[in-house]
């Protein structure tokens, strides 16, 4: 689904080159989805589900740098369905046959088809390049041009007008090499975690003084799910080859701890250094922004 729009979109018009007329374009929506990779179709599809479950209106729009929904979804997987038949328990009835290995581009232009069925707007083509933020330093909005924004810290969770989502968190299954059920099953408790807070009838838009909204319950809902019980039995195995013996030292570790005792240990080893200047680059790709509903673009 495209805008109907003949303006290049663009937060402030002073930034842009001089001699040039740029006119700038504001939408409201409930809720944007920054990326249209597993974990977000998937939180987006759960809204929508949510939504009509419960006869809400709730406007969801997901944007997605890519010409097209799954053009830069290129690699294959072995799917672990769990994820996708929590989300659809007649997937198979779907069109959907064979085996699980499968394109992922493939089934992310299916997980659009199914959003878009439900009413979520999507948005190919369009890079979220810029956050937004009110004063108090929460999450306002996004804005699609190359401006950027300084990024100075470790990324959580859950944070004032949002919440991150898909494989950038570190949802990933290491000696499985699948993280793709693990990112839809993020994106779902999001869903799940938000979903009371922006249909709640005593939020009103900015204009009427609506403030941002905050969902630490989106931590705890991991916490207490399967990706958490999963991820939590592999924690210390790609660490594990960060010692003094280096690969072999790792592979002893791994047959060990999680092959014999599951993940029992009660340590959790630690990367070298930290981890976020590797998170940070990714994680507009794998954001999902609560707004007060504005999307200022």
Known sequence: MQPNLDTVWCPDATKVASGMEMERFADEADVVI??????????????????????????????????????????????????????????????????????????????????????????????????????????????????????????????????????????????????????????????????????????????AGRKWIHAPEYSESLKNSSVWKELRAVRNIRPSFHNYFGLYGGMVYTGIFYWMLRGKEPWTLKHRGEDYPFILGVVSNICLLITDKTINI
């Open 34 to 207: 920054v990326g249209g990779g597993p974990a977000g179709l998937s939180a987006a599809i759960r809204l929508k589900q949510l939504a009509n479950e419960q006869e809400k209106e709730l406007r969801v729009c997901l944007v997605e740098k890519a010409p097209q929904i799954g053009a830069h979804t290129l690699s294959g997987a072995c799917l672990e369905p769990s994820s996708l038949i929590e989300l659809f328990p007649d997937w198979k009835e779907r069109g959907n046959h064979g085996n699980y290995i499968v394109r992922l581009g493939n089934l992310v232009r299916w997980l659009g088809e199914q959003a878009e069925e439900l009413g979520v707007e999507i948005y190919p083509g369009y890079a979220a390049a810029e956050v937004l933020f009110h004063e108090d330093g929460s999450v306002k909005g996004i804005a699609t041009n190359d401006v950027g924004i300084a990024k100075d810290g470790s990324p959580k969770l859950t944070f004032p007008g949002g919440l991150l989502i898909g494989c950038s968190p570190g949802f990933m299954n290491v000696p499985k090499i699948k993280g793709t059920h693990t990112a839809m099953k993020s994106g779902m408790l999001a869903a799940e975690a938000i979903f009371p807070k922006v249909t709640a009838e005593n939020l009103d838009s900015e204009t």
